[in-house]
């Protein structure tokens, strides 16, 4: 048994505290960063007291801080770990300015990692000025610590996770500057540093976190419209600067399969042209390093392909579905090759993105075959890649273009068996409105003539669930008015559907903002539901009091129009669509939505890829 003196006891108690603190696993370790810091204060004062041989050490210090620097329960915990680390600080200055003093207490001095792990704590939050002003206040030697590296990289990460590339990539120029102004090729500035106190110079990973920070850019909302055109550039400009430093002899800085991987996601979120084939001329070269010059490290991972696979699924391009099955098949050899020593192992993010593009269609038939073709092998691969929730997204939205006799049936079996696996406590196959709707839209482009009766009965499941995840919206809405606009049949059939309807254009005034595609689907199933040829009487005027709401919301783009023009069956009706407005003495026929007062289309959206 290893003997273990006090003070190491104690730090080992903190850092256990400590690593609770950074625990997402259970509700009992919130709380302990404060009971950490506790821990600490009470020993000091023991300590102080003569009741405790051993003071606590900076380690001791630093442990402490990580905890709240870990702390995700406590929204203050940023705050009160600067605070503890201040109180630190400042009570070491007055120590020396009472050193006569013979009761002065000794506290322990706050040392870089004391630093670093503020500056880190400020940047996990995303607190980039609190970490770069953290930063800027060590440079100027008031905390009586040097920064380096790690300092300096910390503050480049707080830019990253901010999404603030243009940030980051000024601070590394300034290191690259203030260490080594030789290395710089903007040669305008050298000049100005050659008088600085010298910073430690950038390395991998600080190239690296600037990748991050343009690769996380376009990443998760909406991205900022200045980053869309140069995100990507921005990237491969970087890792080609990394590229020659290495080349030139700079040992620190060389491009790791992260550097390539950080550019490929950056390639991967973009929609500009070409982006995609880029992303695959990086990817080849990172194989042909590996394999001709003995870049072992640079062989693709599993993140690598997926980025890859990811590229190909926003280019549009009608050979992307095969290339990617392509790239996962690699994989797949790879994998079964190899075993577990394999760094590709396909896993289910990447079954997923080659599901998903198989669900883009691009004019392949046999789309839904081959989606639905690789989840089952993802089920045969047990948990190296378990089907999940955005898998089955994917495969019911490949089904949504299938519009065969049996996609219905499928779409319908492949929510069933969400349902029944999340009964069965796997919380990864939760069915949430996304799915139900996707299958809404599956029964709205079938085939089936009782298509409004299907997705009416659906909906009413889906109510019956009645859970947070499966509110009805109006993805949902306008997808059961899709299906009853293009119901068909028996007279029987088509009153159903028109009175479902009615009933769903109710529900959507009562409970959510009705979209463009709500009016465009409502008033196809009133033009083509109705029991005679046209809209008369009380139907007319119910159709042309809903048109003038449509106005009123400013929701009137063509596809609106156009079903209003097909409802009319005379001249007096037109009239009755243009009260109000000097367009009564234009010719209807010609008209469209741009000529419309701007007051009725100023909401309205555009979804010309829609098939009515």
Same mark, same amino acid.
């Given at each position: ?63 402490? !801080? ?10 203050? $915990? ?7 680390? !201040? ?60 920064? #380096?590296?790690?300092?300096?990289? *910390?503050? !480049? ?36 540093? $050659? ?12 190239? #690296? ?79 042909? !390093? ?15 392909? +997926?980025?890859?696979? +990811? ?41 997923? $993105? ?82 139900? #709707? ?29 859970? +947070?995840? +499966? ?6 809405? #306008?997808? @059961? ?8 049949? *028996? ?8 009175? @479902? ?112």
């Amino acid at each position: 048994m290893t003997n273990r003196t006090p003070l190491q006891s104690l730090n080992l108690n903190l850092n256990s505290l400590a690593k609770q603190a950074s625990s997402r696993n259970s509700q009992a370790d919130h709380g302990v960063a404060a009971r950490a810091q506790e821990l600490l204060q009470r020993i000091e004062a023991l300590h102080n007291e003569g009741y405790y041989a051993v003071a606590p050490d900076v380690v001791s210090l630093n442990s402490v !801080l990580n905890a709240w620097a870990q702390d995700e329960s406590d929204p203050d $915990a940023t705050s009160k770990a600067f605070q503890l680390l !201040l109180s630190y600080h400042e009570t070491e200055e007055d120590d020396h300015s009472d050193a006569s003093d013979s009761n002065s207490i000794n506290r322990v001095k706050p040392d870089i990692i004391s630093f670093n792990t503020m500056i880190l704590a400020f940047a996990k939050r995303g607190a980039s000025k609190e970490a770069r002003t953290l930063l800027e206040r060590i440079q100027t030697s008031e905390f009586e610590v040097e920064p #380096n590296i790690i300092s300096y990289n *910390s503050v !480049l990460y707080a830019h990253a996770i901010a999404r603030e590339p243009e940030a980051a990539e000024r601070v590394l120029k300034d290191m690259i500057a203030s260490s080594s102004p030789q290395l710089l090729l903007d040669s305008d500035i050298k000049d100005i540093w $050659a008088n600085r106190t010298l910073t430690p110079k950038p390395d991998t990973n600080s190239f #690296n976190t600037v990748l991050l920070a343009w690769a996380r850019s376009n990443q998760w909302g909406k991205p900022k419209q200045r980053y869309l055109k140069s995100a990507c550039a921005k990237a491969e400009d970087l890792l080609w600067h990394m590229e020659n430093l290495h080349g030139a002899g700079n040992k620190l800085v060389e491009p790791d399969i992260y550097s390539y991987t950080l550019v490929l996601q950056a390639l991967s979120q973009s929609r500009r042209p070409g982006a995609s084939k880029r992303a695959m001329k990086l990817f080849r070269n990172m194989e042909r !390093l590996s394999r001709e010059e003995g870049k072992e490290n640079l062989s693709p991972n599993t993140v690598t392909y +997926t980025n890859a696979i +990811t590229s190909l699924c926003h280019s549009g391009s009608p050979q992307a579905a095969t290339q990617a099955q392509a790239l996962l098949q690699d994989m797949l050899d790879r994998y079964e090759k190899e075993g577990d020593n394999c760094n590709c192992i396909p896993d289910t993010v990447a079954f997923t $993105a080659v599901i998903t593009c198989w669900a883009r269609g691009y004019q392949h038939d046999d789309s839904p075959n081959q989606a639905l073709a690789l989840m089952e092998r993802m089920k045969l691969m047990g948990d190296v890649a378990p089907p999940n929730a955005l898998t089955y997204t994917s495969v019911l939205k490949a089904m949504t273009e299938s519009q065969t006799s049996t996609s219905a049936a499928v779409a319908t079996s492949l929510l069933e068996e969400m349902i029944e696996a999340y009964r069965n406590g796997n919380a990864a196959l939760e069915p949430t409105s996304i799915h139900y #709707n996707v299958v809404l839209d599956v029964y709205a482009k079938s085939p089936h003539f009782d298509k409004a009766v299907r997705a009416y009965g659906l909906y009413q499941k889906m109510m019956a669930q009645n859970t +947070t995840n +499966t509110q009805a919206n109006i993805v949902t809405y #306008n997808s @059961i008015l899709r299906a009853c606009a293009n119901t068909f049949g *028996s007279p029987e059939t088509k009153s159903t559907a028109h009175n @479902i309807a009615i009933k769903i254009f109710d529900k959507v005034l009562k409970t959510c903002q009705p979209s463009s595609i709500t009016f465009v689907f409502f008033f196809k199933a009133l033009r083509k539901l109705q029991t005679s040829s046209t809209l008369q009487g009380k139907e007319w005027k119910a159709f042309v009091k809903t048109f003038q709401y449509c106005c009123k919301l400013g929701l009137v783009n063509d596809f609106v129009f156009d079903q209003a023009k097909l409802a009319c069956s005379n001249k007096q009706q037109e009239r009755d669509l243009l009260s109000s407005t000097p367009l009564q003495e234009q010719e209807f026929g010609n008209l469209k939505a741009a000529d419309l007062p701007p007051k009725w289309t100023r909401n309205a959206s555009d979804f010309r890829a829609t098939k009515l």
